[in-house]
């Protein structure tokens, strides 16, 4: 039986629009990939390694995390250039992760706590997911604050050892889902 992707519908919010990426913007989202710091997309997307076709990225995520949703992040009122990157990729059976990374030059304007607050509403609608974890380097202090302001807490930390041999501490960040979302409950 094949293996059917989730059809993901654009996720709007007030200033932003997360969406599916059309099969036209693979150089914009190499640009974007580009423009972010290599520390910035392992913080976010961990699976992504540095490639040069956009089709080889998403197969590299598709690879190591088959359950995924990969969105590239606009403003409404100027959709171009894209902004970002949001990821949504299963872990467990009721765990996901996100990821998010911003081009440097949009951060620092609300947009990273918007779109964080987008994609965890889509994880607890979804209805498959009943933790959802964020991870980022101990470093990076501007997503520590981020995901502590969304509502995570620091569960834990991992010393790593990158391929060039470097040490990385990871700080993960949790969230649990404490009743189920109710259709009444909704809001758009």
């Given at each position: 039986?094949p293996r059917?992707r989730p059809?993901?519908?654009?996720?709007?919010?007030?200033r932003?629009v997360?969406r599916?990426p059309?099969a036209t913007e693979?150089?914009?989202?190499?640009?974007?990939?580009s423009s972010?710091?290599s520390a910035?997309?392992e913080d976010?997307?961990?699976?992504i390694?540095?490639?040069?076709?956009w089709a080889?990225v998403?197969?590299a995520l598709?690879?190591?995390?088959?359950?995924?949703?990969?969105l590239?992040i606009?403003?409404?009122?100027?959709p171009s250039?894209?902004?970002?990157?949001?990821?949504l990729a299963a872990v467990h059976?009721?765990?996901a992760k996100?990821?998010?990374?911003l081009a440097?030059?949009?951060?620092?304007?609300?947009?990273g706590?918007?779109?964080?607050?987008?994609?965890?509403h889509?994880?607890w609608?979804?209805?498959?997911?009943t933790t959802l974890?964020?991870?980022?380097?101990?470093?990076?202090?501007?997503?520590?604050a981020?995901?502590?302001?969304?509502?995570?807490t620091l569960?834990y930390r991992?010393k790593m050892e990158?391929?060039?041999?470097s040490p990385?501490?990871?700080?993960?960040?949790?969230?649990?889902?404490?009743s189920?979302?109710?259709p009444?409950q909704e809001?758009?």
């Open positions: 039986m059917t059809v993901v519908e654009a996720i709007s919010t007030e932003l997360l599916p059309h693979g150089s914009a989202v190499l640009r974007l990939l972010l710091p910035a997309i976010a997307m961990p699976s390694a540095p490639h040069r076709h080889l998403v197969r598709r690879k190591t995390t088959p359950k995924i949703v990969l590239v606009v403003r409404k009122r100027y250039p894209l902004i970002g990157l949001a990821m059976e009721c765990q996100l990821g998010l990374a440097p030059r949009f951060q620092g304007r609300g947009y706590q918007e779109a964080l607050q987008a994609l965890v889509y994880g609608k979804s209805g498959e997911y974890i964020g991870e980022c380097t101990v470093s990076n202090r501007p997503a520590q981020l995901m502590r302001r969304a509502g995570m569960r991992l990158m391929p060039d041999g990385r501490v990871i700080l993960g960040f949790v969230m649990e889902r404490q189920p979302i109710h009444s809001t758009s």
